[in-house]
């Protein structure tokens, strides 16, 4: 258990739809990133952010947006959902920001875009 | 551009021996290496970690080892067991300003045999 948490396990939803995925650090972690895996991809970097504010940004689509929260919960969303949106999502958090510190995973959320 | 490679999809060894996992990387930036081990249905779990300063870093069965003019870093895992069977990803971080995100090689499928 790396103590990141996110909810919810799986998805199931229709195109054109909006969902939230959540994330919460482990205790003390103040970036949080999140990551796309899909098929055909790989692991892929799509956001970060370090104590409330956005710090980079990777291949993230318009569609999709996030924020942290003062209490460190990350939420993302995606909207307008396409097919090829159906991936796995993880989120990750590490002590500070900066390279040179290890991720750690929570379990992930399965999106299915029907 | 895949600025991660692991060239090998797939490994098998037999319990007890060493295991050799290996990973190109082309982006000389990268300063930091880790390596992740994940099984099906769940997030990537951290197992070790390699600074550029450094040409080895061992954590019990585990060594990594890191060939900077060769830009091929890899992991060594001795004795292999059967829990060590699971999907390995090498990535790196410290990319210009985004330095913190990680990017992924492909994997490599590790099957120890007992």
């Known amino acids: 258990d790396s103590g990141v948490t996110q909810t919810p396990k799986h998805l199931i939803t229709a195109t054109g739809q909006r969902v939230t995925l959540r994330c919460s650090p482990r205790?003390?972690?103040?970036?949080v990133y999140w990551y796309q895996q899909s098929l055909d991809q790989g692991l892929q970097f799509l956001i970060q952010?370090?104590?409330?504010?956005?710090?980079a940004k990777g291949n993230i689509l318009e569609r999709f947006s996030a924020q942290q929260f003062p209490d460190l919960h990350s939420e993302l969303n995606l909207s307008s959902l396409e097919l090829g949106d159906s991936a796995l999502y993880f989120c990750?958090?590490?002590?500070?920001?900066?390279?040179?510190?290890?991720?750690?995973f929570g379990p992930g959320t399965r999106l299915t875009v029907t | 551009d895949q600025q991660v490679k692991q060239n090998s999809p797939s490994l098998s060894v037999q319990e007890g021996r060493i295991s050799i996992l290996n990973c190109d990387y082309t982006?000389?930036?990268?300063?930091?290496f880790l390596w992740y081990k994940k099984y099906p249905a769940e997030g990537p779990t951290f197992l070790i970690s390699?600074?550029?300063?450094?040409d080895k870093n061992e954590d019990g069965r585990f060594t990594v080892f890191l060939n900077k003019s060769a830009k091929h870093l890899s992991l060594h895992i001795v004795p292999s067991q059967p829990g060590d069977s699971a999907v390995y990803f090498c990535?790196?971080?410290?990319?210009?300003?985004?330095?913190?995100?990680?990017?992924f090689g492909t994997g490599t499928r590790l099957a120890v045999r007992p």
């Open positions: 990535a790196a971080s410290g990319e210009g300003s985004s330095g913190d995100k990680l990017t």
């Open positions: 990750a958090s590490s002590v500070e920001a900066g390279s040179g510190y290890e991720q750690y």
């Open positions: 982006n000389s930036m990268f300063d930091y």
């Open positions: 205790s003390g972690d103040l970036s």
């Open positions: 390699i600074s550029s300063i450094k």
């Open positions: 952010y370090y104590n409330g504010e956005e710090r």
